[in-house]
């Protein structure tokens, strides 16, 4: 198969518009058969519900080459089972789990030529996402939906390697209790564009967002989870109703336990005790592991042992090891990898 003519080396992340994308429709209480289009536009009514009152919800995954050559997707089969909890709390009508699978395999497959060759350190991003699509102008649910998926190739979330970054604690919230936190909403993520950029004009990376109701302990950044690593070598990652259940936090949770032998807890973390960590870093699928150098808390700075120059050496051999099995260099878990071609 001919790739396509892209410098895969120099991407970035922005969309690149590929040749095939995923469609289905949602109407008269059932999903249509769906299938593959070459139209990449969305055509709605100005008042569809999405436009009036946020009503959608989104994934995100890759599919990556593999060192022997096949193309592969991680985990997808958590993905479905995700979004299906996000439909439900948006009053949505949840898209089956296993016709999920199919949908970004069969997107994956007809875009094959848009997957970076092994050893660019790029990936095909997969973006699937449902939305009211009918005309609604009272506050209710719709009752038409769209569910599509599409791919762009983009690069590595590090350009010139890994370095520690820095996250302020921010005075927003990034949920409310019982909110929808838990869930991956577009309407969660709208409300943190003002406080990330907002601390990106501060001189800061990201945010660090402390629980709604007493604002003493670790939530997640506008976009990761948290994980912390004790000065005995356990991987502690916060524990809350609000914070999105990440794929990559859960997956290296097990990577710490059963590939590094490591003792693995998931607790509530209070604010004041991140400075006795050893390590600290954020997850998620775009960069694995971002490593967290410093965080400044108003007027005090809390600096990790770590330091600002490189990854700590636990979360150095988390993102090996998790990344090594992404890539088929370290035999995977049953289940976890899902061969595309």
Partial sequence: MEKKDIDWLNLGFTYIETDKRYVSNYKDGVWDEGGLTSDANVNINE???VLQYCQNCFEGLKAYTTVDGHIVMFRPDLNAARMVDSAERME?????????VDAVHQVVEANAAYVPPFGTG??????????????VIGVAPAEEYQFRVFTTPVGPYFKGGIKPITLRVCDYDRAAPHGTGHIKAGLNYGMSLYPTVEAHELGYDENLYLDPATRTYVEETGGANFLFVTKDNKL??????TILPSITR????????NYLGMEVEERPVALDE???FAECGICGTA????????IVDHDREICLPSGMDEMGPVTQKLYDTLTGIQMGHIDAPEGWIHVVC
């Fill in 236 to 241: 502690v990652t916060p524990k809350s109703d």
């Fill in 92 to 100: 949505m009508p949840p898209f089956p789990e296993d016709r999920f």
């Fill in 250 to 257: 859960r997956s290296l949770m097990y990577v710490a336990e």
């Fill in 274 to 276: 991140v400075g006795d």
């Fill in 47 to 49: 008042c569809a519900c």
């Fill in 122 to 135: 790029a990936t095909l991003y997969i973006r699937p996402f449902m939305f009211g699509s009918n005309s």
């Fill in 287 to 294: 960069a694995v592991i971002s490593p967290v150098g410093k």
